[in-house]
Structures are given as structure tokens and as C-alpha cells.
């Protein structure tokens, strides 16, 4: 426990992760009995969780240096697969979350002590004090995901309503949440957190693990179930199926349903902004749709001096998601972070959404850390105090480099920079922009008898547009010479896409150019 407050803590006798009240581990647990709890809760005025007692104040480093001891893993002794790790307090993560886990239909707490933890620093060590913790800050479960004889990790849960999961060969990268609440409009973003999870005891390792999990907030509760099914040789991505059933306060501005957090700093589009020896640093570089038409939109991530904010209009999508594409560490030359292994996740919703957004939001970054781009649904209906609302959708993470189609060509790049002719002065008002489309039908296409281009620019003029292929590596190129009014401050939206015996060949390739202040 942290020095100074571990007599605190451990003379409450009793968790303080909100003012939901916990299923006793005497009673049945269920996901109906969690339904009906947290509906109850809604109706009543919010309690804000009790604030965690502040131990030693733990920068990034120190907090990464307490670590769980793998041997002493939860279920571990089972041989079921799967393995419990704990959190502590500290750093960012002072509200304190309950685990339980639920074994023949009834719940009883996971106990957590200080002896659990590694701090690999005596003076860190120091500052802790034995003795049993009252909470966690969250939990992962480790799996083994890549080799029989290795326990990885699979799937994590830390921070509000924060989590992220692997598929086979990963490491992390974009991260989920339970929800988004009027995130980057004129107020303030709301926060709901997880304050409580249920984990059901597997009986063996090839059953899905499913995890219940309480929502609490200003404006909402919720009622959670993750199904989560590991990757294996056979399946390389890792699926998540999701249902929520949410009950609000009060009324929400903007829903964000199955929100996903990203980082983008620079690709070949932007490069020039950044005095890097790597040739990309992202987690994601591109969101991807699937409409219910079939047609799948790309559109290339951007992080550009000013907000970014796009929304695209669907009415019931059969997917989105953040995507990493570049597969190959030549892309980005960065031994230690291994960009090239970051998941792509895919949303595919269950059931009828009706219509909404998908909003795209691009927060200008100047350094790795920053986790800088959001992506969720939001619903067309407004959200109404006591209102109740349930979405379904299954998360997808791992290697998604290409589109769902296999006769659809996919943007393998998207770059850009100054326009013009090259060698000569070209006037700062000419962007050129290239695009390189790969795969699919596409194949049977060759120089004499070339796609059509379909291309247009919300403002500016497309003064030469030019496609060919590449020998090289067997991409159809695309490149778009731009002419910009100097007195444009708005964003400039661009879309391209290539035709051919009478279909679209290609993704709908789209991107949002933002004029430098």
C-alpha cells in the first residue's frame, strides 16, 4: 500500500469504487441483475467516487517500474488458458476499481495485496508498505496468444473506461472505450469509468472469457458483457464482442458509442513538419468504412496545425474502424516501439444502428505520446434524460491490411508536398497529393487499357491528375497537382477513387487538407 495512506486504506474495510454497491459474493451475479442495478442507479443523483488516498507521487517511469509478479497470477493454478494480473494505484490511476470473479453463478471478491507487485527500485519499494489493497487500478488477462508455453497479454483494463487487446503477434497500440461523451465539442468531455468487473471463471482454455463490468458517470450507467475469443494459429485476430446497455441521468450533448483512441504523428503526407531519422510514427494511419452499399471509404489520417473534425454519414454501416497499414519495419525503422506490429481494430456493429455519424477527430500533436485521434458512432437520435439505450458490436484486433473485399483494391499510401512541376519554382498555392492503390482487380489492368479516375475537391481547382503503375512494386499511382486559394482557412476535403469495366476498383480514398496558420 502507498506509505502514508495504507492505514487509511486499509481501515476502511471496504472498497471505494463508487456508489453502486456491489453484488454480495454471497448472492447470485448475472448480467440481468447487473442490468437492473445499474438501471436503479440511474435514477437516483450521482455520488461521485470517493477519492483514493494519494500515496508517493510516481511519475511515468516509477509506476511502470511496480509491476505484478507473474507467479502469483489469479487462476494460474487452474491451467484454464487464462491468467489474472493487477494494477496498483499510482501515477494517473488513483480511482480504485473492484474485481470479482464469478464461479457457479455466484461472486466473491479478488483479493490483491502489496506482496503481488515487483517495484524493481528500493526506494520505490520503500514507499509501499505491506498489507492487503482495497482495490486495484485495473487488471489484464494474459493468454497464450503466440507460443503454448508463453502467457501474453491479451486483453488489458486501466483508466476510466479505457481498455486495448492483441492479436497474434501484436503489441499495443490503439486503444477502446466504454463510451464518449461530448468529447472536443464546446464543454467540458465527460469521463464515465468502469468501477467494478466480473470475470467468469473459465472451465477450460478453448471457451471465450466473458467479463462483466459496471459504468458509472454524471450522465449515465451502464451495464456491460465482453466475449472475449483469443487469437489462435488458426484465427490471427482477436475478437471482442461488446454489448452495453446504458441508462442516462441527464441528456448528452453527442454519444459516442464504441469510441476507439489512436495516435498519428506523421507519414509520407507530413513527414516534412518533423526532423525524425523514422520514416513514420503512428499507431493508425488511416480510418476505414465499410457503408451498407459495399462501398469502402479510406481516409488517410492527418495531423495538421489546427482541430480536425470530419463526420460521415451512414445509415446502419457494416463496419469502421482506426487501421495500421505497413506491415514491414523498412516503414518505420524503430527498433524499440515495433510500429509495425500495432493492431488494427474493426467495429463491426450487431444489429440495426439506423442512422448517425462516424466521427473523425484529429487533435494537432507534436510528440508520440499524445494519443491525438478519436473515432465512434454517433447515433442521429439525441440522447433525452431517463432514456435507455442497448448497442451490440463485435471489436476485431490484429493484422487488417487490406479491405474486406478481395476484388477491391486498397490504399496502400497516401502522400504529398509541394506541387508542381518538379525542378523548377513552383507558387506555394499548388499541393500535389498521391495515392497508392494496390490489390484487388486491379491486377488485371495494365498500362494500355488503365482504370478512369474519379476525383473532386470541395475548394480549389484539380489542375492535372495523372495514373500509372509501378513497376517497381505493382501499385497503380495516383497523383493529384492541386491548386489552393492562399485565402482558404477551411478544410479542404479530397476524394478519389478508380473505375473500370463498369465497377469501382478501389477503395473511396478521402482526406481532409488543413491550411497552415
Not at 527500485?121 to 508498505?129: D, K, N, P, R, V
Not at 471457451?207 to 472475449?228: C, H, K, N, R
Not at 441528456?251 to 507519414?267: C, D, H, K, R
Not at 497516401?414 to 525542378?423: C, I, K, L, Y
Request: proline share 6%; charged share 25%.
Amino acid at each position: 500500500m502507498l506509505a502514508g495512506s495504507a492505514a487509511t486504506l486499509l481501515a476502511t474495510g471496504a472498497l471505494q469504487a463508487g456508489e453502486a454497491q456491489p453484488a454480495s459474493p454471497s448472492e447470485p451475479f448475472d448480467f440481468a441483475s447487473l442490468t437492473e442495478r445499474m438501471k436503479r442507479l440511474a435514477q437516483a443523483p450521482y455520488v461521485p467516487a470517493k477519492p483514493s488516498p494519494r500515496g508517493p507521487e510516481l511519475d511515468y517511469d516509477g509506476y511502470r517500474a511496480v509491476q505484478f509478479r507473474p507467479e502469483r497470477a489469479r487462476w494460474a493454478e487452474d491451467d484454464i488458458g487464462y491468467q489474472v494480473h493487477a494494477y496498483a494505484p499510482g501515477w494517473l490511476y488513483d480511482d480504485l476499481v473492484a474485481l470479482y470473479e464469478v464461479v457457479d453463478g455466484q461472486a466473491r471478491p479478488l483479493h490483491f495485496s502489496t506482496e503481488d507487485f515487483r517495484y524493481h527500485s528500493a526506494t520505490i519499494e520503500q514507499s509501499f508498505s505491506t498489507g492487503e489493497l482495497p482495490g486495484v487500478a485495473g487488471f489484464r488477462i494474459n493468454y497464450p496468444l503466440n507460443r503454448p508455453e508463453a502467457y501474453d497479454e491479451l486483453i488489458s483494463f486501466l483508466g476510466a473506461s479505457y481498455f486495448r487487446a492483441l492479436g497474434r503477434d501484436n503489441v499495443y497500440g490503439v486503444s477502446a472505450r466504454g463510451l464518449a461523451l461530448n468529447c472536443w465539442l464546446n464543454g467540458p468531455e465527460e469521463f464515465p469509468r468502469f468501477s467494478e468487473f466480473y470475470l467468469v471463471r473459465p472451465q477450460t482454455d478453448d471457451e471465450p472469457l466473458t467479463i462483466y463490468a459496471a459504468l458509472e458517470g454524471e450522465s449515465v450507467t451502464g451495464a456491460y458483457q465482453f466475449e472475449i475469443l483469443p487469437a489462435s494459429e488458426n484465427a490471427q485476430e482477436t475478437m471482442v464482442e461488446v454489448t452495453a446497455r446504458l441508462f442516462f441521468r441527464s441528456s448528452v450533448e453527442e454519444l459516442g458509442v464504441a469510441p476507439l483512441t489512436s495516435m498519428f504523428l506523421y507519414a509520407e503526407a507530413n513527414r516534412s513538419g518533423f526532423d525524425d531519422y523514422r520514416p513514420q510514427v503512428h499507431d493508425s494511419n488511416g480510418l476505414l468504412i465499410e457503408r451498407a452499399t459495399g462501398e469502402v471509404i479510406w481516409r488517410a489520417l492527418n495531423n495538421a496545425e489546427t482541430l480536425g473534425n470530419s463526420y460521415f454519414w451512414e445509415n446502419n454501416p457494416r463496419a469502421f474502424g482506426l487501421y495500421q497499414r505497413g506491415r514491414d519495419f523498412e516503414s518505420y525503422q524503430d527498433a524499440g516501439a515495433l510500429y509495425e506490429r500495432r493492431p488494427s481494430v474493426r467495429i463491426e456493429p450487431i444489429g440495426d444502428w439506423g442512422q448517425g455519424n462516424v466521427r473523425l477527430i484529429e487533435v494537432p500533436a507534436k510528440l508520440e505520446a499524445d494519443d491525438n485521434i478519436v473515432a465512434f458512432w454517433v447515433p442521429s437520435e439525441p440522447v433525452e434524460a431517463g432514456q435507455e439505450r442497448e448497442y451490440r458490436y463485435r471489436l476485431v484486433w490484429g493484422d487488417l491490411d487490406g479491405p474486406s473485399s478481395a476484388s477491391l483494391a486498397y490504399v496502400a499510401e497516401t502522400r504529398g508536398g509541394r506541387g508542381g512541376v518538379s525542378g523548377v519554382e513552383n507558387p506555394e498555392t499548388l499541393r500535389k497529393f498521391v495515392v497508392d492503390f494496390k490489390g484487388g482487380d486491379l491486377d488485371q489492368f495494365d498500362e494500355g487499357t488503365p482504370p478512369d479516375v474519379l476525383a473532386n475537391i470541395s475548394a480549389g481547382t484539380v489542375l492535372h491528375s495523372a495514373l500509372s503503375r509501378i513497376p517497381a512494386n505493382g501499385v497503380w499511382r495516383l497523383v493529384l497537382d492541386v491548386e489552393l486559394d492562399s485565402s482558404i482557412r477551411d478544410p479542404v476535403e479530397l476524394k478519389a477513387y478508380l473505375v473500370g469495366a463498369g465497377r469501382q476498383l478501389t477503395e473511396t480514398w478521402v482526406y481532409q487538407w488543413r491550411a497552415l496558420t
